[in-house]
């Protein structure tokens, strides 16, 4: 009985030393484990309900941490050193609210010089020659926000003319003096070289009547129709434009106009640029055969490149009459080329 007593003694003593060895064991496995895989381990043997919050609050500890961070975005580069802000982040600045730091300063008076190159069928000839308008009037940019400009417009001189010396439209300047002003809209943007590029959408023009839909609504053909008045005081509705020369007329009619300009600031800080233009007209009266049809311009046949606008800053303090009186001055290649819609 003794020995038994003594063997199981031994016996459990060597189970007890084996386990302190397995224990021991496991401890230095574990210390040389990361300390974030302990205390994974550790979190495991946790009642996980209970310590929900811990992680929660573990997790918003290291929002900020730096190493954290580093270890999440570790990217290599061969030159970190030639690594700018540009290569990292691809901001869209035309997005941003703040832009107009990016632009000089549009506001102020200038006066713009628009053509329309085109083609008409002359009265009398019967036959399409060249044709033009020629338009200077006095803007107002009073507003500028993120590269959009404000304006009112008001019209100083509109003359136009044909490639013939027989027959040639009269335009009085009552016919400039009776459009009023117009307020429009300038959008300025860089374009693919770094220039600062001019634009002003499609904009709608009715003269002498109301139209409700100025894109769509055909013009008025009778004189009494109640969306025509009397814009110039000529004492009949409409707008009075004459035929001088070999033969001698007049018409009132109503016109609508539409433009698109886009051009581009120059290193002066002057706009020029190319005007994209369509006319239609429609005769209400006329005292000869040769206008019942009218003589509308249009853009069909003529080179783009030849309708053109320009924009220059003036003295805030020139009114419509001095802007129309220095337009040789200010535009004389044009009115060389126009030496009869300058007078």
Same mark, same amino acid.
């Given at each position: 009985m003794e020995v038994v007593r003594r063997f199981r003694n031994h016996y459990l003593l060597y189970c007890?030393?084996?386990?302190?060895c397995i224990i021991g064991s496991c401890n230095l496995k574990n210390s040389h484990q990361d300390p974030e895989e302990r205390e994974g381990f550790e979190d495991i043997d946790e009642d996980f309900d209970e310590n929900n919050d811990e992680f929660a609050d573990f997790d918003a500890a290291n929002t900020g941490n730096d190493a954290v961070v580093d270890e999440k975005n570790d990217v290599e580069y061969e030159d970190e050193e030639s690594l700018s802000?540009?290569?990292?982040?691809?901001?869209?600045?035309?997005?941003?609210?703040?832009?107009?730091?990016?632009?000089?300063d549009m506001t102020g008076t200038w006066a713009n010089l628009t053509i329309f190159k085109g083609s008409a069928k002359v009265p009398l000839l019967g036959s399409?020659?060249?044709?033009?308008?020629?338009?200077?009037?006095?803007?107002?940019?009073?507003?500028?926000?993120?590269?959009?400009?404000?304006?009112?417009?008001?019209?100083?001189?509109?003359?136009?003319?044909?490639?013939?010396?027989?027959?040639?439209?009269?335009?009085?300047?009552?016919?400039?003096?009776?459009?009023?002003?117009?307020?429009?809209?300038?959008?300025?943007?860089?374009?693919?070289n770094g220039e600062i590029r001019f634009r002003q959408?499609?904009?709608?023009?009715?003269?002498?009547?109301?139209?409700?839909?100025?894109?769509?609504?055909?013009l008025p053909t009778d004189i009494n129709d109640e969306?025509?008045?009397?814009?110039?005081?000529?004492? %009949?509705?409409?707008?009075? %434009?004459? %035929?001088?020369?070999?033969?001698?007329?007049?018409?009132?009619?109503?016109?609508?106009?539409s433009t698109i300009l886009d051009g581009e600031l120059d290193e002066n800080g002057e706009v020029y640029g190319i005007t994209t233009w369509f006319e239609a007209q429609s005769v209400l009266w006329t005292d000869t055969f040769l206008l019942e049809n009218g003589a509308p311009t249009s853009p069909v046949g003529a080179d783009p490149s030849e309708s053109v606008f320009i924009f220059?800053?003036?003295d805030p303090s020139w009114d419509c009459l001095t802007v129309k009186e220095k337009s040789v001055e200010l535009f004389p290649e044009q009115a060389a080329l126009y030496p009869k819609e300058f007078q």
């Open positions: 007890y030393l084996l386990f302190l802000d540009d290569d990292v982040y691809d901001v869209d600045y035309s997005e941003t609210e703040d832009l107009d730091h990016d632009f000089p399409t020659l060249p044709a033009w308008a020629v338009m200077v009037s006095k803007v107002d940019i009073y507003s500028q926000e993120n590269g959009t400009l404000k304006a009112h417009t008001e019209m100083c001189r509109l003359k136009a003319g044909t490639a013939t010396d027989l027959v040639y439209p009269y335009l009085p300047d009552s016919y400039a003096e009776s459009l009023g002003n117009v307020d429009k809209t300038f959008y300025l943007s860089y374009g693919e959408d499609k904009l709608w023009e009715v003269r002498s009547c109301t139209l409700e839909d100025p894109e769509n609504d055909p969306r025509v008045f009397d814009a110039d005081n000529s004492g %009949m509705n409409g707008l009075y %434009m004459g %035929m001088v020369g070999k033969a001698n007329g007049r018409a009132e009619i109503v016109q609508k106009v220059k800053r003036i």
